[in-house]
């Protein structure tokens, strides 16, 4: 019950996937317009239970919340009780992150020179684009002549497997982007090749 017209893709399908997985078999006897802040709080529990992390617990919590306000505004219940329950607050494990030492970033860049990927990689290593945005760009996207480029989408894969163009992550991720000297030279080289 959440709009589909402004979910990407890849939203559409882990909504899906939460509230066929999660959702619906806890609550899905129970009618919208009845649903209780002790029931989202069962399904919490619940899923705690069976082991779920707190990140998924959150994205349960945002899936149910996000469709009951869905309902809220189309009249089908009056009030969202979603937002009368908080929601699991995942503890940052900065251990979970690796970002890579200088030593292995530049043993990356020295792999990659000579192949056709050297490029691609020196925009993931050097302009802090993320990796669907980088495989997103096309050359009408790159301003060699001003030394730019405008990051406009992303690149994603659907259901595990297609892969889609599709709108940034936010509106702020659409952005203009200084390219380096180096991966300047390198995008020159790549596009005489």
């Known amino acids: 019950m959440i709009d589909p017209s402004s979910l990407r893709p890849s939203t559409k399908t882990s909504y899906r996937y939460i509230s066929s997985s999660h959702i619906v078999p806890v609550l899905g006897d129970i009618q919208v317009g009845k649903l209780k802040p002790t029931d989202i709080q069962l399904l919490l529990r619940k899923k705690q239970e069976e082991g779920l992390s707190d990140r998924?617990?959150?994205?349960?919590?945002?899936?149910?919340?996000?469709?009951?306000?869905?309902?809220?505004?189309?009249?089908?219940?009056?009030?969202?009780?979603?937002?009368?329950?908080?929601?699991?607050?995942?503890?940052?494990d900065t251990s979970i992150v690796h970002p890579l030492t200088l030593e292995q970033a530049q043993a990356l860049r020295q792999a990659a020179v000579g192949t056709r990927l050297n490029a691609l990689w020196l925009i993931?290593?050097?302009?802090?684009?993320?990796?669907?945005?980088?495989?997103?760009?096309?050359?009408?996207?790159?301003?060699?002549?001003?030394?730019?480029?405008?990051?406009?989408?992303?690149?994603?894969?659907?259901?595990?497997?297609?892969?889609?163009?599709?709108?940034?992550?936010?509106?702020?991720?659409?952005?203009?982007?200084?390219?380096?000297?180096?991966?300047?030279?390198?995008?020159?080289?790549?596009?005489?090749e």
Do not use: C
């Open 56 to 92: 998924t617990r959150q994205l349960v919590h945002a899936t149910l919340r996000r469709a009951l306000q869905f309902a809220v505004r189309t009249d089908v219940v009056t009030r969202n009780v979603a937002t009368l329950v908080q929601a699991p607050r995942p503890q940052r």
């Open 124 to 192: 993931l290593l050097l302009m802090g684009l993320r990796k669907g945005e980088a495989l997103a760009l096309r050359w009408t996207d790159v301003d060699l002549a001003n030394s730019t480029v405008n990051v406009q989408r992303t690149l994603s894969r659907v259901k595990g497997h297609a892969l889609e163009f599709g709108p940034t992550k936010s509106d702020y991720s659409r952005r203009s982007s200084f390219i380096p000297l180096v991966v300047l030279t390198a995008l020159q080289s790549h596009l005489v």
